[in-house]
Structures are given as C-alpha cells and as structure tokens.
C-alpha cells in the first residue's frame, strides 16, 4: 500500500506516499515518528485541558442545534473511538487515516439523512461533538504536523 519515494530533487529521503492519497496532488507524507516539540506539547496540554473542562458541563445534541434526525449517536461513538486512537499512531499516514475515518463516519451520518448536500451548518456541530468525546492525545500539534 505504500511504497518508498526514490531521491529526487523535490523530495527527501526516506519519504513515503501512501497509495490512497495518490489522487491528491502533491501530498507526500513522513514515515518518520511523529514527536511532538515542547512547545506544541504546552499547546496540546492546554487544548486538552479546555476540551476537559466542556466536559465537566454536559454537552448535548441540543446545544449545538444538532437536529435529531441528523443524530445518531452509534456514528459519533464510533467516530469518537476512530479519533481516540490519534494518540496511539506514530507515522503521518496513519495518523491521517484515523482522521479520515472518523470525518468519513460524521460526513456519512450528516449526508445520510439528507437528500441534498450537507453543508458546514450540519457537519462541524458533530465534528465539534465528536472531538469534545474524544479529547484525541495530542491533536493540535499532530495537525501541525
């Protein structure tokens, strides 16, 4: 699924461009371990303690004007846990494919109870949803990244 990108002028060594990505151009991802800097730690904890503190005041569907046949919670859950693991991958590809799964699930849970295109003002309240249940490990810095 992946192969190793050969040296040329353009790209470094030791580069890897995963094969589902290849319909996007120009994107070449790292295979390197991802550690994040002491800075983007400070920032994480930060974002980590806010995220922490929305918890403390339960958050509904409600809040955030979701519409109840927009929502189902088994595909936020499930988005949750895809997000969740954020922390547990080390290489930019798999990082990027838990978020890319957990998108797919909230995107595909807006889209499939519409008959027309769903637009921001349906997503990114799941999304907001979403990250809130899953406080991911490091988000803001792996997004730098």
């Not at 400070?42 to 995220?51: G, K, M, N, Q």
């Not at 797919?104 to 027309?116: E, N, Y």
């Amino acid at each position: 699924m992946q192969r190793l990108v050969e040296d040329t002028d353009d790209v470094h060594p030791g580069v890897v461009e995963a094969d589902h990505y290849d319909d996007i151009e120009g994107v070449t991802l790292s295979a390197a371990p991802f550690l994040p800097t002491p800075e983007q730690w400070e920032v994480d904890l930060a974002f980590s303690r806010r995220l922490r503190a929305l918890k403390t005041f339960p958050i509904t569907r409600q809040h955030l004007e979701i519409k109840e046949s927009t929502w189902e919670s088994s595909a936020v859950n499930r988005a949750q846990l895809h997000l969740s693991k954020l922390g547990d991958r080390d290489s930019g590809p798999d990082k990027l494919l838990c978020i890319q799964e957990a998108f797919d699930m909230i995107v595909g849970m807006v889209r499939g109870t519409r008959s027309s295109v769903a637009g921001a003002d349906d997503s990114v309240p799941c999304v907001i949803m979403m990250v809130i249940g899953a406080d991911p490990t490091n988000l803001v810095s792996t997004i730098d990244y």
